[in-house]
């Protein structure tokens, strides 16, 4: 789905409209980058979603590993806890790193009509979020109804972000959230390698328009497209799962068989990220999430490999990295490469 310029719907007390906020690198760099290229003969083919850069025949990996438990602090890991396969082929490591890594961490916030009564729960919530980033990691806040409102583009202005989320609207209107999550993971998460982790941490009680049986015309892009997005995206989700079952069946008729797929939406989601999906009816409920977002982002793994197969040829290579002998955690990565070509 191509992204529409007016998508931001209009909002009365500072949200901002369209206001993507996109990263040059420094002039110098770029001629640098020139004259290596041009010397090294090296040509790169890029993915639109999903890309992995390679200096010479190294394929660098950035790995995330999520899923430690919080009562214990996460052990560093060593090469051998890591299998990398390209291919389905097994691959040698032949560098690896592990440092603590800042993060680019988007609130996406349900504004909807059917989440009105959670919004001082929301607004709350999101300031804590703010509170236990580290001063590295960066926050961006956008909110949704039938459309994404950027409320702030990715700042650490601590102070900056608490005022806008103060001036979040009521919560009224229709819920697009897969043209919203889509949005996120599209548009306002930089693409492409680089220091930074992303991960969007959504509220919602999940219900979208589209859905069966729900009033309302619903997001342009389906479902099953946007799991494929976050399934191929290096961007982590985590979901939080508002319930309003009880009062929307009620107040705006909503059948219970859509909050039950709903809920199974939400599953997904965090089955594909290797991520739990929290629950929540109270801002208590949420106590423990703050510290597992930033524990499961910020460390993060640089495994090197040559591939085994040296053709030339301009394919794409499919990556996957597993962690031996573990179930309990998980490994996430790019899922892929376009090898250099001959030309």
């Not at 529409?4 to 110098?28: D, H, V, Y």
């Not at 590993?65 to 691959?91: A, H, M, R, W, Y």
């Not at 961006?140 to 005022?163: E, G, H």
Request: aromatic residues 8%.
């Amino acid at each position: 789905m191509q992204t529409n310029p007016a998508f931001f719907t209009q909002r009365p007390k500072g949200a901002k409209q369209n206001q993507t906020t996109f990263f040059a690198p420094l002039r110098f760099c770029v001629k640098t980058l020139a004259v290596m290229l041009l010397l090294s003969g090296i040509a790169r083919a890029q993915d639109p979603v999903e890309t992995i850069k390679i200096d010479s025949d190294l394929v660098d990996l950035k790995v995330s590993v999520l899923g430690f438990p919080t009562n214990s602090p996460p052990p560093l890991l060593e090469p051998k806890d890591f299998v990398v396969l390209e291919d389905g082929i097994p691959q040698e490591i032949t560098f690896f790193q592990a440092a603590d890594t800042p993060f680019d961490l988007v609130l996406l916030l349900d504004l909807s009509g059917s989440n009105s009564k959670n919004l001082k729960m929301i607004r709350n919530s999101a300031k804590r979020f703010v509170d236990a980033a580290r001063d590295i990691d960066r926050i961006a806040l956008v909110t949704f109804t039938d459309q994404p409102a950027l409320y702030s583009s990715f700042s650490l202005d601590r102070k900056k972000l608490k005022k806008a989320i103060d001036d979040m609207d009521e919560a009224i209107g229709g819920t697009n959230f897969w043209d919203s999550m889509d949005y996120v993971l599209r548009d306002l998460i930089p693409q492409g390698s680089g220091p930074r982790r992303s991960a969007i941490v959504v509220m919602t009680d999940g219900i979208d328009n589209a859905l069966p049986d729900v009033p309302g015309i619903g997001s342009s892009i389906t479902f099953a497209r946007l799991l494929e997005r976050v399934r191929t995206s290096e961007t982590i989700v985590f979901p939080i799962y508002l319930d309003t079952e009880e009062e929307n069946v009620k107040r705006f008729h909503v059948p219970r068989a859509a909050y039950a797929l709903a809920r199974e939406q939400l599953g997904q989601i965090a089955n594909v990220c290797g991520t739990p999906m929290y629950r929540a009816s109270r801002l208590s409920d949420l106590d423990t999430v703050y510290g597992q977002v930033v524990r499961d982002l910020s460390t993060v793994y640089s495994i090197g490999y040559q591939p085994t197969n040296k053709d030339l040829d301009g394919k794409w290579r499919a990556v996957e990295v597993h962690l031996a002998n573990r179930s309990d955690i998980y490994a996430r990565t790019k899922r892929g490469y376009y090898a250099k070509s001959r030309t």
